[in-house]
T-cell receptor
Framework: EPEVTQTPSHQVTQMGQEVILRCVPI?????FYWYRQILGQKVEFLVS????????KSEIFDDQFSVERPDGSNFTLKIRSTKLEDSAMYFC?????????????FGDGTRLSIL | QKEVEQDPGPLSVPEGAIVSLNCTYS??????FMWYRQYSRKGPELLMY????GNKEDGRFTAQVDKSSKYISLFIRDSQPSDSATYLC????????????FGKGITLSVRP
């Protein structure tokens, strides 16, 4: 069964450094998402992306964050200058369409640890 | 009031038990309701996906939605040790607003 793949599984970065998290969505999916889960807290929406532009973003997704689809298969989340509070699991998801009758499928996440 | 609230856990049951997991929500705009299962060190895996009020059954799993009460449930029949995981409820509105709003999750342990 097709799946969303994320790399790396664990990223350790010094505070203030830039980090790029990578995702390969399911191949025929058109809508892409990033969520994060701080330890012990809910999974929170960060951003959705379609047709090479952001569809919606949460208040968490400030100027330090950016997303890109650099080629036909990858979808990336960049954090420009990491803070301690960015430590979390970051999940990528994709869906075939953005309409609500198409479910979102998640990858296994990247654990980001900021030192 | 939080948008989505999920019964706190953890929950431990013997193998073969019927499990009931519940979430309440406050946003009337939610139209689609999901249950995800998350194993340790894995991403959320879609279990059930329902629209509006009613029941949906898939094998040992039944999802129930009561929009009038803003209440959703997941029932697991004949629970197995392999069902031990964290269960997340999630919901979304209709139309172009596609983000998911999650409950906090409940950790279920099924004892052999």
């Amino acid at each position: 069964e097709p799946e969303v793949t994320q790399t790396p599984s664990h990223q350790v970065t010094q505070m203030g450094q830039e980090v790029i998290l990578r995702c390969v969505p399911i191949s025929n999916h058109l809508y892409f998402y990033w969520y994060r889960q701080i330890l012990g807290q809910k999974v929170e929406f960060l951003v959705s992306f379609y047709n090479n532009e952001i569809s919606e973003k949460s208040e968490i997704f400030d100027d330090q964050f950016s997303v890109e689809r650099p080629d036909g298969s990858n979808f990336t989340l960049k954090i420009r200058s990491t803070k301690l509070e960015d430590s979390a699991m970051y999940f990528c998801a994709s869906s075939r369409q953005g309409m609500s009758n198409q479910p979102q499928h998640f990858g296994d996440g990247t654990r980001l640890s900021i030192l | 009031q939080k948008e989505v609230e999920q019964d706190p856990g953890p929950l431990s049951v013997p193998e073969g038990a019927i499990v009931s997991l519940n979430c309440t929500y406050s946003n009337s705009a939610f139209q689609y309701f999901m249950w995800y299962r998350q194993y340790s060190r894995k991403g959320p895996e879609l279990l059930m996906y329902t629209y509006s009020s009613g029941n949906k059954e898939d094998g040992r799993f039944t999802a129930q939605v009561d929009k009038s009460s803003k209440y959703i449930s997941l029932f697991i029949r004949d629970s197995q040790p392999s069902d031990s995981a964290t269960y997340l409820c999630a919901m979304r509105g209709s139309g172009a607003n596609s983000k998911l709003t999650f409950g906090k999750g409940i950790t279920l342990s099924v004892r052999p």
